[in-house]
């Protein structure tokens, strides 16, 4: 089966775009997938992780593309055949760029962190998937424990139809800490609650890709 291509997108900066690129292609990988990220944005985020992972998990599961703009389509073309599933990180701000990715894509994930201001700069972002006619699903990233302002946003994101994925990334020092490192929390905190939490998000996703 050619690859299922996963876009990860959100104009607004920050939210978390390429720490979620890393950790599920890493969890994809851990699984036996074999996965291609690609790193769309000059500012090269997910491509300096990958670079520090020098062999990585030890397979050739994971492989890295640093490309950008009208490039990104012959890229996944190339990339179908040999993959089970391409993962395309975009740049913030980038509108032409995020349009090109999101075109390229079966499903597009936005992850969204806890707060009004984010869910209201989501609507851009939804707005491109809808355009193009591609299926969209937010991510909450960097939820707090539990809290007021998590279901309050819950609501707005209900109250707008906006896609909520039920899984949910917390706000833990353990991703950015295995990204420092060149790793993901599958493979080092195996058992931990990050581990799990991405390892939901991977499952969801998946099954909405058909992978
Ligand atoms: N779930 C999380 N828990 C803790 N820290 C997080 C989490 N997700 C992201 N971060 C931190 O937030 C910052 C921004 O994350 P990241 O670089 O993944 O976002 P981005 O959307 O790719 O940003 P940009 O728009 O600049 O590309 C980083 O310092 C990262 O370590
Ligand atoms: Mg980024």
Not at 107 to 135: C, F, H, N, Y
Not at 148 to 168: F, H, S, Y
Request: hydrophobic share 45%; proline share 4%; charged share 25%.
């Amino acid at each position: 089966m050619p690859a299922r291509i996963l876009t990860i997108a959100q104009q607004k900066g920050g939210a978390g775009k390429t720490t979620v690129a890393a950790q599920l292609a890493a969890a994809w990988s851990a699984t036996g997938k074999r996965v291609a990220v690609m790193d769309t944005d000059q500012q090269a985020s997910l491509a300096d992780w990958f670079d520090l992972r020098g062999d990585g998990d030890g397979s050739d599961s994971l492989q890295l593309s640093k490309i950008s703009g009208w490039r990104v389509s012959t890229e996944v073309d190339k990339l179908r055949s040999a993959f089970d599933i391409v993962i395309i990180d975009c740049p913030p701000h980038a509108e032409t760029d995020a349009k090109i990715a999101i075109r390229a894509a079966d499903l597009v994930l936005i992850p969204v962190q806890p707060s009004p201001m984010d869910v209201w700069a989501t609507r851009g972002t939804l707005e491109l998937a809808a355009g193009e006619k591609v299926p969209a699903l937010i991510v909450l990233n960097r939820v707090p424990y539990r809290g007021r302002v998590l279901d309050e946003v819950k609501r707005m994101a209900a109250e707008e139809k906006m896609p909520v994925a039920k899984a949910t990334i917390g706000n833990r020092v353990a991703f950015a800490a295995t990204m420092m490192a060149g790793s993901s929390v599958v493979e080092t905190a195996r058992r931990s609650v990050a581990a799990d939490e991405v390892r939901s998000l991977a499952k969801e996703v998946g099954r909405k890709l058909g992978v």
